[in-house]
């Protein structure tokens, strides 16, 4: 089980994360939402063990995850929000870097490569650069290189940035088929209809704080509203955005 207690960050005078707290089982996928300056990529920091919380603590299979920081990473997979990759390597020297890095044994490791590439339907491109990919080839790089290692626990934030619809699918039953393998997966991501279809609980932050933790169910039955998207803009949404939508043509129109 993975459990964030009572997370704080504090930046001087700016509180990013107020008293965040929630668990994850296997089996389990907690998508975590809000909009932006919410303090979701500061969770996301800390639970990958990039940040350290002001207070509080993150604990895995009961033990903190500073007091075992690498051996907690070697059983975490991430895809980043964004794709911080080595240009002049191509697809597959990079996550030969990976592989190795991960202590992967190299006759397992290079047919992981190649099988994972070519279900990517990036067998073509794997020797070519990664500074000649697409922003949707570099995602599907991320994404083989934080599942090559078959990760305990899985940090998936705006996994779906720059995926063809195919690709996208793909993954939405990717990650459901995770789940059942008992992966153990925090989905941060502003797509809330694959949300919807894909996790078990939701958590919307708001401001740094839980606006909001259940199951989307639950939620629509607690706030009789039809639809994610729905309870989102009823917890969050601080503007009218049809309005905004109207005011931004009105400009454009402008003399």
Request: hydrophobic residues 40%; proline residues 4%; glycine residues 6%.
């Amino acid at each position: 089980m993975l459990e964030a207690r009572s997370l704080t960050k504090r930046y001087t005078t700016t509180t990013a994360v107020d008293d965040v707290s929630f668990t994850v089982k296997p089996y389990e996928v907690l998508g975590y939402l809000g909009p932006n300056g919410s303090g979701k990529s500061t969770t996301v920091n800390i639970i990958t063990g990039l940040l350290e919380p002001t207070r509080g603590e993150v604990l895995f299979e009961g033990r903190s995850i500073q007091s075992q920081l690498i051996e907690y990473k070697r059983r975490l997979g991430y895809v980043p929000e964004q794709p911080h990759l080595y240009p002049h390597l191509s697809g597959r020297e990079y996550l030969q870097l990976v592989g190795r890095l991960r202590g992967l044994p190299k006759k397992s490791l290079d047919r992981k490569i190649d099988d994972l590439l070519q279900l990517f339907s990036l067998g073509a491109a794997r020797h070519s650069v990664i500074a000649s990919y697409s922003k949707g080839m570099r995602q599907k790089v991320l994404i083989s290189a934080a599942l090559l290692h078959n990760p305990d626990i899985l940090v998936f934030d705006e996994p779906l940035s720059g995926l063809d619809v195919t690709t996208g699918l793909v993954f939405r039953d990717l990650v459901k088929t995770l789940a059942r393998e008992g992966k153990i997966i925090l989905y941060s991501s502003h797509v809330l209809e694959v949300v919807e279809k894909i996790c078990t609980h939701v958590m919307i932050l708001r401001k740094g704080r839980v606006a909001a933790h259940d199951t989307v169910e639950s939620l629509r039955n607690l706030m009789h509203l039809p639809s994610l998207e729905d309870i989102f803009s009823e917890l969050v949404l601080e503007q009218d955005t049809l309005t905004t939508a109207s005011s931004i043509v009105d400009v454009m129109k402008s003399a």
